[in-house]
């Protein structure tokens, strides 16, 4: 069965980067997007960008153009996602989700900025 | 850029009540809507992927309708496990969530 397990919560300093994970299993990685998506209580969801694993191709929001950083391994069927320069508007929970409909979502990673 | 709007924002119902959720875009979405559901500390659970088809394994009591600008999400005969919040997602012009529905028992 197709699974998405992202990497633990991360307490992180403003200014600092972060790089969390998504590993996947249960199909060929390299032939689904995989995409990152942002939330925040109260601010609902934000599509953060996608990657293609198979030639690893990115997309992103424009919203998140120099924020988020999108990487894939094949080797290890792991998608990643690197957030810089954090503030504390960085704070959320953020989800992998295999490509259009997102029927398969990883269990979600908090990430914490503050000093 | 596609806004969706959804109401209500909360909904409180009871059991085996007929619930409705809407979802507006600004502009012709076609039939590019999906609807979820998110559980307090869980992966949000795809329900109905374009427009009105039924994902495997979800309860029939949860429907879909709708096209361009205007759908709907209703769950026939409200369960207690349907206790939740809903939103959609369109992916005609990238991928824009909608605000959410917290759903309630009364």
Request: glycine share 10%.
């Amino acid at each position: 069965q197709v699974q998405l397990q992202q990497s633990g919560a991360e307490l992180v300093k403003p200014g600092s980067s972060v790089k969390i994970s998504c590993k996947a299993s249960g199909y060929t990685f390299t032939s689904y997007d995989m995409h990152w998506i942002k939330q925040q209580p109260g601010n609902g969801l934000e599509w953060i960008g996608w990657i293609y694993p198979g030639n690893g191709n990115t997309k992103y929001n424009q919203k998140f153009n120099g924020k988020a950083t999108l990487t894939a391994d094949k080797s290890s069927s792991t998608a990643y996602m690197q957030l810089s320069s954090l503030t504390s508007e960085d704070s959320a929970v953020y989800f992998c989700a295999r490509g259009w409909p997102f029927a398969y979502w990883g269990q979600g990673t908090l990430v914490t900025v503050s000093s | 850029d596609i806004q969706m709007t959804q109401s209500p924002s909360f909904l409180s119902a009871s059991v085996g009540d007929r619930v409705t959720i809407n979802c507006k875009a600004s502009q012709n979405i076609n039939r590019y809507l999906n609807w979820y559901q998110q559980k307090l500390g869980e992966a949000p659970k795809l329900l109905i992927y374009n427009a009105n088809s039924l994902q495997t394994g979800i309860p029939s009591r949860f429907s879909g309708s709708g096209s361009g600008t205007d759908f709907t999400l209703t769950i026939s005969s409200l369960q207690p496990e349907d206790v939740a919040t809903y939103f959609c997602l369109q992916h005609n012009s990238w991928y824009t969530f909608g605000a959410g529905t917290k759903l309630e028992l009364k």
